[in-house]
């Protein structure tokens, strides 16, 4: 049975931050319980190694962290968290006592449309003081940062030089953290600790023109997601839905990943082609190009 290197499960689409690099969604807000959440284990445990809690939303928000967690790690399954940092104070003892846990993933830029220049001293010592803990505890820690092209969000590329500069003073690494995330993708700060910069892309939207039919995506080749109410999508970019495969709480997982549509779609990129119109419409794709 094929094994994919990203599952994306998606344990609430309800986040407390207004991001704008974020798609606004018309989904119904939702958390997911933990039947749901172990059917999904069970389900996806032949597919995968680890599941990354995270494509729309906050995880952090979802109550039964805790008791995922549990169901991954009895599961023998490693989770990866992707979360915007503001409630790592609230559940660091849950997160590092986790022994499921893989690696977190910290949208730092998640900082510019939600709080004041004046607040962000106190946002970055409490990230700091996560990581330096986490670390110890031999989970993996990503910081993340967008917007490095000096794109289209106003003041960011401002923010995230202060950003670097108060994580040189945390860890004093003995290069030039700035000029380092300027020239690559990711940078390695110390031993399970790395920084990553990335420019501001088009999230597909089922809405706009066509970008392009001759695109290639690892959607369905390394990666799939689920979201909260249980839909299938192709890729963590597919935040509305638009190409649901299959519900997984009314049908197998394999059957929906060899379904007509899922074939039709991993054929499709194998020949640099996009079949479904979400697909010819998302500006991420152009990196493959």
């Given at each position: ?39 999904i284990i069970r389900e996806v445990k032949p597919f995968c190694d680890y599941v990354y809690l995270h494509l729309m939303g906050e995880p952090l928000l979802n109550p039964n962290l805790e008791s995922f967690l549990k169901i991954c790690y009895d599961s023998l399954i490693k989770v990866n968290i992707t979360t915007n940092g503001t409630l790592l104070n609230r559940c ?198």
């Open positions: 049975m094929k094994k994919f290197k990203k599952v994306y499960i998606e344990i609430t689409n309800v986040c407390n931050l207004k991001c704008s690099f974020c798609p606004v969604s018309g989904r119904l807000p939702g958390f997911m319980d933990i039947k749901g959440f172990t059917h660091d003892e849950l997160l590092l006592n986790s022994k499921a846990l893989r690696k977190v993933s910290i949208s730092l830029h998640s900082f510019e449309a939600n709080e004041g220049n004046e607040l962000l001293d106190s946002y970055i010592n409490n990230t700091v003081s996560f990581i330096k803990k986490a670390v110890e505890k031999g989970i993996i820690c990503e910081l993340r940062l967008w917007n490095m092209d000096n794109g289209p969000i106003k003041g960011t590329n401002d923010m995230n030089d202060e950003i670097i500069r108060k994580l040189e003073e945390s860890f004093q690494p003995d290069f030039d953290l700035w000029l380092a995330v300027k020239n690559k993708p990711n940078v390695k700060l110390e031993d399970r600790l790395f920084i990553s910069g990335s420019e501001i892309f088009e999230w597909p939207d089922i809405s706009r023109d066509i970008i392009d039919e001759k695109v290639f995506c690892y959607g369905l080749r390394d990666q799939f997601g689920i979201l909260v109410d249980g839909t299938v999508v192709p890729c963590c970019l597919d935040s509305e839905g638009n190409i649901p495969l299959g519900n997984i709480f009314k049908e197998p997982l394999s059957d929906i990943l060899n379904s007509e549509r899922a074939l039709r779609i991993y054929d499709g990129f194998s020949g640099r082609k996009a079949v479904e119109e979400l697909c010819k419409k998302c500006g991420y794709a152009m990196r493959y190009k």
